[in-house]
């Protein structure tokens, strides 16, 4: 199994639901109605998922804004975060199954749902991919997928993620936009200089939303 895992989420919301989520503490566990059953259904049927370190008691913009700062400072964990033509859109790489990172932005996103413009249930996606694109919508290697409700968040045994999938391929273009741009700066780092790779590259607009940014503690 590839050591790139991925989370990644469309949810339809305003501007300001966008914000309001941003600011607001992420309820604890109890938002997600089945975390046992995170795998269940999925390539990973059957495996426990360890809950116990969740982050909760933060809000999504400090959680995010952290993840910011580590990539600026050279961490490969980088990601989009945005709100772009009336949705959250988030597509993050891990290097790993860090399950508090990952189980803290699953949370972060199921906490979303209070905020969200669209009646029907969002989704989010967790994935392990090599090259950290996003798999066929009928592929057979999906780990997770949250749906996201107004009052709570379960996970879903299946799903039919055509539409999930299209609605996603703008966030996974922005991703590798950035990727690209990020291994650009560090091929032309001089890494015998002694001092520490930074950029300001996941700050651009174009990958975190600069509401995101006023939770940065180097902002």
Do not use: Q
């Not at 967790?126 to 107004?150: I, Q």
């Amino acid at each position: 199994m590839s050591d790139s895992f991925m989370v990644a989420a469309r949810i339809p919301m305003t501007r300001e639901g966008f914000e309001s989520w941003l600011d607001t503490p992420v309820p604890d566990l109890g938002r997600i109605a089945n975390p046992e059953e995170m795998f269940t259904g999925w390539f990973w049927d059957g495996r426990p998922g360890d809950w116990t370190t969740v982050g909760a008691d933060l809000t999504p913009g400090e959680f995010f804004a952290e993840r910011v700062d580590d990539a600026c400072g050279g961490d490969e964990e980088c990601g989009v975060v945005l709100h772009r033509d009336g949705a959250l859109e988030v597509y993050l790489f891990h290097l790993g199954y860090s399950e508090w990172s990952i189980h803290t932005a699953l949370l972060v996103l199921a906490a979303a749902g209070e905020f969200k413009s669209d009646p029907a249930d969002g989704t989010a996606l967790f994935w392990a991919e090599t090259g950290a694109n996003l798999w066929p919508a009928d592929a057979d290697g999906w780990l997770a997928v949250l749906s996201v409700g107004k009052d709570e968040a379960r996970f879903v045994g299946e799903r039919d993620l055509t539409d999930v999938v299209a609605a996603l391929r703008p966030a996974e273009s922005r991703f590798f936009e950035l990727v690209g741009r990020l291994a650009e700066e560090s091929e032309d780092f001089d890494w015998d200089s002694g001092e520490d790779f930074e950029t300001e590259t996941p700050r651009d607009p174009a990958f975190t939303d600069p509401a995101v940014l006023e939770h940065s503690e180097t902002e």
